[in-house]
């Protein structure tokens, strides 16, 4: 069975730093791209960043390129986000999802950023 | 960046209606679509990919059509478990887009 779980959510500051971190079983992790995908409150799904099996090739949604970077490490099956200067619309629940090519094929729970003063 | 614009925004189905959703794309998205279903407080779950390829363990009662920049996701038979916000997605270029949601409540 596939699993994603996702961790490192929290309540940060506006222009404070954040990793979140994803750990994936029930799959050769290292044989699939993989991406973050986020949700605003009562929103919807903004697509962020996507990684590819062997972190050769990186891919960002335009506006958090250069604040948000994607990142694996395979031999520990799991995948992250560094978000940096945080602002209060980066307020979402993200999610990993595994890469089916050209959908998501299996979503984790999501963990909650919520950033506020 | 292709936009996705999915109707309506909501709609209310009685049991056993059939049920369409519409997702347009702003340029030619060559099949490339999927459509996912999201219940409250759980994370979206993969429907249909390539705009008619159901994912394992999807009932039957769901299928998807379309080509170019139009397509549509259809439920046959509503049943109460259908009940959440159903989203397109173009998986042709980044940035993946998503279309805004359907909301589909039982009448």
Same mark, same amino acid.
Request: hydrophobic fraction near 30%; charge should be neutral.
């Given at each position: 069975?596939? $699993?994603?779980? *996702?961790?490192?959510?929290?309540?940060?500051?506006?222009?404070?730093? @954040?990793?979140?971190?994803?750990?994936?079983?029930?799959?050769?992790?290292?044989?699939?791209?993989?991406? &973050?995908?986020?949700?605003?409150?009562?929103?919807?799904? *903004? &697509?962020?960043?996507?990684?590819?099996?062997?972190?050769?090739? #990186?891919?960002?949604?335009?506006?958090?390129?250069?604040?948000?970077?994607?990142?694996?490490?395979?031999?520990?099956?799991? @995948?992250?986000? *560094?978000?940096?200067?945080?602002?209060?619309?980066?307020?979402?629940?993200?999610?990993?999802? #595994? &890469?089916?090519?050209? %959908?998501?094929?299996?979503?984790?729970?999501?963990?909650?950023?919520?950033?506020?003063? | 960046?292709? $936009?996705?614009?999915?109707?309506?925004?909501?709609?209310?189905?009685?049991?056993?209606?059939?049920?369409?959703?519409?997702?347009?794309?702003?340029?030619?998205?060559?099949?490339?679509?999927? &459509?996912?279903?999201?219940?409250?407080? #759980?994370?979206? $779950?993969? @429907?249909? %990919?390539?705009?008619?390829? @159901?994912?394992?363990?999807?009932?039957?009662?769901?299928?998807?059509?379309?080509?170019?920049?139009?397509?549509?996701?259809?439920?046959?038979?509503?049943?109460? !478990?259908? !009940?959440?916000?159903?989203?397109? $997605?173009?998986?042709?270029?980044?940035? %993946?887009?998503?279309?805004?949601?359907? #909301?589909? !409540?039982?009448?």
């Amino acid at each position: 069975e596939v $699993q994603l779980v *996702e961790s490192g959510g929290g309540l940060v500051q506006p222009g404070s730093s @954040l990793t979140l971190s994803c750990v994936a079983s029930g799959f050769t992790f290292s044989n699939y791209g993989m991406n &973050w995908i986020r949700q605003a409150p009562k929103k919807g799904l *903004e &697509w962020i960043a996507l990684i590819d099996y062997d972190s050769h090739n #990186k891919y960002y949604e335009d506006s958090m390129k250069g604040r948000f970077t994607i990142s694996r490490d395979n031999s520990k099956n799991t @995948l992250y986000l *560094e978000m940096n200067s945080l602002r209060s619309e980066d307020t979402a629940i993200y999610y990993c999802a #595994k &890469w089916g090519g050209s %959908y998501f094929e299996y979503w984790g729970q999501g963990v909650m950023v919520t950033v506020s003063s | 960046d292709i $936009q996705m614009t999915q109707s309506p925004a909501s709609l209310s189905a009685s049991l056993g209606e059939t049920v369409t959703i519409q997702c347009q794309a702003s340029e030619n998205i060559y099949s490339g679509l999927a &459509w996912y279903q999201q219940k409250p407080g #759980k994370s979206p $779950q993969l @429907l249909i %990919y390539g705009t008619s390829s @159901l994912q394992d363990g999807v009932p039957s009662r769901f299928s998807g059509s379309g080509s170019g920049t139009q397509y549509s996701l259809k439920i046959r038979s509503m049943q109460t !478990e259908d !009940e959440g916000v159903y989203f397109c $997605q173009q998986g042709l270029k980044y940035p %993946y887009t998503f279309g805004g949601g359907t #909301k589909l !409540e039982l009448k």
